[in-house]
């Protein structure tokens, strides 16, 4: 039986990968474990029938393991992918796997801001110092010299703070957070993320609706 996996498509480009960092990541983990998987991809402006059947919510990603069982959060995916495939593992140990959770909600509330003196920004700020310095402790990766399942989880969200900021607000991670930047390096030109990345022109188009309502 084959795995399939439903992601979303890009804005207005049916036909392309688009850019849910959820979905994202569970193309991450297939790709590193070197899981065979079929991607369907979901137009989330006009679903089809068939997806809503099997999943009334209709929300991406959602995954099925080849038993026909079709399952939705990336949260469960992403495990459920790690007790059928273990090897390579990506698992987190438990006192890392919160590192860096604040950081996506944090550079959502700052890109969306109108307001420069707000707050938002030195959230973001705050969240990016704290990976920083753990990086500098236990990296290149959150769990040392192996990717583990939060990097991967990680990794997309990183993507579309770096180009989304720089797109709509011309901001930049600052350079002295060293330990950042060769991270995102190394994740950004790993082959599983290269495969599975947007293009930044779709990444742009997919927060535009929701940066300028």
């Not at 991450?28 to 068939?50: F, G, H, N, R, T």
């Not at 059947?53 to 459920?80: L, Y």
């Not at 959502?108 to 704290?130: H, I, N, P, R």
Request: a neutral charge; aromatic letters at 8%; charged letters at 25%.
């Amino acid at each position: 039986m084959t795995v399939e996996v439903c992601v979303k498509a890009a804005v207005g480009h049916p036909d392309t990968l688009g850019d849910c960092p959820f979905s994202q990541r569970v193309l991450l983990a297939l790709e590193e474990k070197k899981v065979p998987y079929q991607m369907k991809l979901i137009d989330v402006s006009s679903k089809p029938k068939w997806f809503l059947e099997i999943n009334p919510e209709g929300k991406v990603p959602v995954f099925n393991g080849g038993d026909g069982k079709w399952i939705a959060d990336s949260d469960v995916i992403t495990q459920v992918i790690e007790e059928k495939y273990p090897t390579p593992s990506l698992v987190t140990p438990p006192e890392y796997a919160s590192v860096g959770s604040k950081i996506f909600s944090t550079f959502v509330a700052f890109l969306k801001s109108k307001d420069a003196t707000d707050g938002t920004e030195k959230a973001l700020v705050d969240e990016l110092q704290a990976l920083d310095g753990h990086l500098k402790a236990h990296g290149p990766y959150i769990n040392g010299e192996k990717v583990s399942a939060v990097d991967l989880s990680l990794a997309p969200k990183l993507f579309h703070l770096q180009v989304a900021l720089e797109h709509f607000k011309g901001w930049k991670v600052p350079e002295t957070l060293t330990s950042v930047h060769a991270y995102t390096k190394a994740l950004f030109s790993r082959e599983s993320f290269v495969k599975t990345k947007p293009t930044k022109e779709n990444l742009i188009a997919g927060w535009a609706p929701k940066v300028n309502p």
